[in-house]
């Protein structure tokens, strides 16, 4: 049973280019949760999605940043304009459903995707 | 709204040292609590949890036990080993409108000498 995938692992930009990241869930896993890690920072969690649907999007930044968890497909993170700012490491998680509905509250995480803005 | 707090790393021990960190937490709710472990350059993985106080979870010779009364998690291994080297992040996931969106605390980072 595959993990929770991430590609790609290590991304380059220049400053003003478009970050898109990729996390494929684990299999029978409905919910997926993107989180963004700083240098000597915890997690910080950014956005909640199940399919085809944005649950929680309260840590995500105003402008530049959306997500997406389509029917069929990865769930996306995307970064419009980035700025060296925006050069951390970003987690993907997921989580199965329960029978109450909603997501468990256990999280497998995926391996990360490093982002540097140059 | 819910936080974590743990303390401040690095926590530098010699092989088969007794290891001790300490975490605590607020939630308006009765959360699960969670230690996770990260390796370096790779994604998180869950070592133990605990879901209602009093719970002790424990993996490959970690342990903490859900003080609701302190409203700790503090994380314990008796003889740590090399191999134990990583960053430890304390965490909470609280049901909110059906579903859990955790909190985590800073992380410790762990070194530990032969």
């Known amino acids: 049973n595959a993990g929770v995938m991430q590609n790609p692992r290590h991304l380059v930009r220049r400053r003003g280019q478009e970050a898109r990241l990729r996390c494929s869930p684990m299999k029978g896993h409905s919910h997926v949760y993107w989180y963004r890690q700083l240098p000597e920072e915890g997690l910080k969690f950014m956005v909640y999605l199940q399919k085809e649907n944005i649950i929680d999007e309260s840590g995500m930044p105003k402008e530049r940043f959306s997500a997406e968890f389509p029917k069929e497909g990865p769930s996306i993170l995307r970064i419009q304009q980035v700025v060296r700012g925006d050069s951390a490491a970003y987690f993907c998680?997921?989580?199965?459903?329960?029978?109450?509905?909603?997501?468990?509250?256990?999280?497998?995480f995926g391996p990360g995707t490093r982002l540097t803005v140059l | 709204g819910n936080s974590v707090t743990q303390m401040e790393g690095p926590v530098t021990l010699s092989e088969e040292a007794f290891l001790t960190i300490n975490c605590t937490y607020t939630?308006?709710?009765?959360?699960?609590l969670f230690w996770y472990v990260q390796y370096p350059g790779e994604g998180l993985q869950l070592l133990l949890k605990a879901t209602k106080a009093d719970d002790k979870g424990s993996n490959k010779g970690f342990e903490a036990t859900y003080r609701k009364e302190t409203t700790s998690f503090h994380l314990e291994k008796g003889s740590v080993q090399v191999s134990d080297s990583a960053v430890y992040f304390c965490?909470?996931?609280?049901?909110?409108?059906?579903?859990?969106?955790?909190?985590f605390g800073r992380g410790t980072s762990l070194i530990v000498h032969p």
């Open positions: 998680a997921s989580s199965p459903l329960i029978m109450a509905g909603g997501a468990a509250d256990t999280q497998y």
């Open positions: 939630a308006t709710g009765y959360p699960s």
């Open positions: 965490a909470l996931s609280d049901r909110t409108g059906g579903s859990y969106i955790p909190t």
